[in-house]
């Protein structure tokens, strides 16, 4: 009678799979003292009898109901022996970073509830959790570690972003090209919600990628604008295209065949391997550096606050991209800025704008310019383009990624035109391309370059050389 009483006060919906996850693994369970004391500890019982190695307690904070933590929580016998970290309600993410270090837990289970901690307060500290490799549950909810698994047997970096089009193809081209002229020779494994069934393998070496080779594959019915095609032409470096389907919270696919492509490139003759992520979502493969980037367009909670503070956390370069008006203000770039000093004092940062580079001669011609950048910042790429290139701009669109309006755009601007100069995204190849074909036009792609306008990094090449070396003498010092 006494047992069933107890596990009366856990919720209905504790269910079996709940049970499983708590088996033979060591648990630190965050507390408060809006609970009363009898009640946290009921609930440790139950969940120590059914099978949790509870070696820790967090208290969160709270006085309504508890008036000194310690000597409440701990005058059962069994509740002694564990370690009790202490502070105020404003030092629970400190206090749960702590533990989670000094404990080396598997798994933290939330059994504070608002007003200690509310949405926000969870979110941060499920990306504390989460940085440290640990699983972080409540009754209702269970983030897990985005997956990581040892693969890759050469010097390795991954670039991932906090959304999709924040620019991180283009960064990862500019990277890239960084790299090869350094002699650090890499191949990039790219993830798409297009790319291919089975990893394939782009040898730049034995064949370049140019506008007949896409245009051959989107007739074939295939997507020619792929990230490792695009990689491929605008950086002429090796790549492997992958795909990927659903994205987690914290980064994870649902499903993908990335683990194949990352063994796929251990078989090349390159020596450093790029593992691109694709829109928030991480390559499930571990290595050696990780670069996020920012587009200072995002929202701003979304950038420092929920998983965007994770991918933060876990990263080893922060680059921020756009950060020009009118994609966004200088108080914003500035409130961005204070957010990385404050959340990551120590970690090197980029803040940088996008300017178009042809990867063909337009001088003195007409052109047609193809993009998904905003609309409210393709005059300034009109102006730019036409200055540096001395080409004449007739027509533009940033409706790649909206095939009607896309259409509509290439019929009313593209009869003046000699070349189209597009960039190598959604319907760039399979409607642009090919109506530009069709009227005889000449194609040229355009790589997105990083142009640094501030930070705490003199340029974008010298914070990827020093990244670079670092993984470098981290391997050499471990072998």
């Known amino acids: 009678m006494k047992d069933r009483s107890i596990e009366q006060i856990l919720p209905l919906h504790l269910t079996s799979n709940f049970t499983e996850e708590l088996q033979h693994k060591k648990i630190v369970c965050l507390v408060d003292g809006e609970h009363y004391p009898p009640v946290t500890k009921a609930t440790l019982k139950v969940l120590e009898k059914k099978g949790a190695d509870i070696i820790a307690l967090v208290f969160l904070g709270g006085t309504e109901k508890i008036k000194n933590p310690v000597e409440e929580l701990t005058d059962d016998t069994e509740v002694k022996k564990k370690k009790i970290y202490i502070g105020s309600k404003k030092e629970k993410e400190d206090l749960t970073e702590k533990a989670v270090i000094e404990e080396k837990p598997e798994l933290v289970i939330d059994l504070s509830d608002e007003p200690i901690v509310n949405y926000e307060d969870r979110f941060k500290i499920a990306s504390i959790i989460l940085k440290h490799g640990a699983i972080y549950m409540g009754s209702d909810f269970k983030f897990e570690p985005p997956e990581e698994k040892k693969i890759l047997d050469k010097p390795s970096i991954s670039i991932i972003g906090t959304g999709k089009r924040v620019g991180k193809t283009g960064v990862s081209v500019s990277i890239a090209r960084m790299m090869k002229k350094e002699g650090d020779d890499p191949v990039i494994v790219c993830m798409g919600r297009g790319g291919p069934e089975e990893p394939v393998f782009i040898d730049t070496s034995e064949r370049e990628v140019d506008a007949d080779m896409l245009i051959e594959i989107a007739e074939s019915g295939k997507h020619a604008a792929s990230d490792y095609l695009e990689d491929a032409l605008l950086a ?134 193809a993009s998904t950048a905003p609309e409210k910042i393709m005059v300034k790429i009109k102006e730019y383009v036409e200055k540096k290139f001395d080409c004449k701009v007739v027509g533009m669109t940033n409706n790649l990624s909206n095939r009607v309006k896309l259409k509509e755009d290439l019929s009313q601007g593209l009869d003046e035109a000699e070349v189209l100069l597009t960039e190598i995204k959604a319907a760039s190849i399979d409607v642009a391309g090919m109506y530009a074909k069709r009227k005889g036009l000449e194609i040229v792609f355009m790589h997105n370059e990083s142009i640094v306008v501030g930070g705490n990094v003199e340029s974008l090449e010298k914070a990827i050389l020093d990244l670079c070396e670092g993984v470098l003498a981290d391997l050499e010092e471990k072998t």
């Open 236 to 369: 002429a470096v090796p790549t492997v295209g992958c795909r990927r389907c659903g994205g987690g919270m914290a980064g994870n696919p649902f499903s993908s065949n990335v683990a194949a492509g990352a063994e796929r490139a251990n078989k090349t003759g390159e020596k450093f391997v790029i593992m691109e992520g694709s829109g928030s979502t991480l390559p499930p493969v571990k290595t050696d550096s990780r670069i996020v980037v920012i587009g200072a367009s995002q929202p701003l909670d979304h950038i420092l606050k929920y998983f965007g503070r994770y991918r933060i956390e876990t990263s080893d370069l922060v680059i921020v991209t756009m950060c020009e008006e009118p994609i966004a203000s200088q108080e914003k770039i500035n409130d961005i800025e204070k957010g990385l000093k404050d959340m990551r004092p120590e970690v090197d940062y980029l803040l940088t704008k996008f300017r178009p580079n042809p990867l063909g001669n337009v001088s003195g011609k007409k052109v047609f310019v």
